[in-house]
């Protein structure tokens, strides 16, 4: 069988969103079967048939006064031709987010990526990991410790180093990674089933 293949695909202006897109990615590699790939929004702007290659993505931005970033936006408006005829109907997506301050909109910005994903009728994945503070894990150290369920969220302090995060949102993103990458493979099994006499 081949293997699926999954594009976490982000913009990145300071460093801070590419940052936890490769942890995505590597939580995403580290599922048998899975084909993960790791693309600039900006690239895919201007060749967005590209995105044909490709059964599931995550779609990353930093959050920019409530939304998200011009050029992932600009990402976005340049798939309208595929939107056209539904090239993408079907395909499992998911996204994350970071911002500078613990809340800082970021939830709008998760709600834009994935009202995108259902004008071109994608199949959504959210956020599954239970905030780990509440089984007593230290705040700072907490898988899915900013509490978001429609995606993963990351903070990042303002101005700081673009590997300055808390080790729960280095955690989180692994395991957002990891889960996104699992539920392509639950897809693929149910589409096989069906076909299977």
Do not use: C
């Amino acid at each position: 069988m081949k293997n699926k293949q999954l594009a976490v695909i982000y913009h990145s202006a300071h460093g801070h969103t590419a940052h936890i897109a490769g942890h995505i990615l590597a939580g995403a590699r580290s599922v048998p079967g899975i084909t993960a790939h790791l693309l600039k929004a900006e690239d895919l702007t201007r060749t967005p048939e590209h995105l044909l290659d490709y059964d599931g993505f995550v779609f990353g931005s930093p959050t920019y006064l409530g939304g998200v970033s011009g050029t992932f936006k600009t990402f976005m408006d340049a798939t309208g031709r595929l939107w056209k005829s539904h090239a993408l109907k079907g395909k499992l997506a998911s996204a994350f987010t970071v911002s500078s301050l613990p809340a800082g909109d970021k939830q709008s910005t998760l709600l834009s990526m994935f009202v995108f994903a259902m004008q071109h009728g994608m199949v959504w994945v959210g956020n599954a990991i239970l905030p780990e503070q509440h089984s007593g894990v230290p705040y700072e150290e907490a898988a899915n410790r900013l509490g978001s369920w429609s995606g993963m969220m990351a903070q990042a302090g303002h101005s700081e180093p673009a590997d300055s995060f808390a080790p729960g949102d280095i955690k989180t993103a692994r395991m957002f990674g990891t889960n996104v990458a699992e539920a392509l493979q639950r897809m693929r099994a149910e589409v096989e089933a069906e076909v299977t006499p």
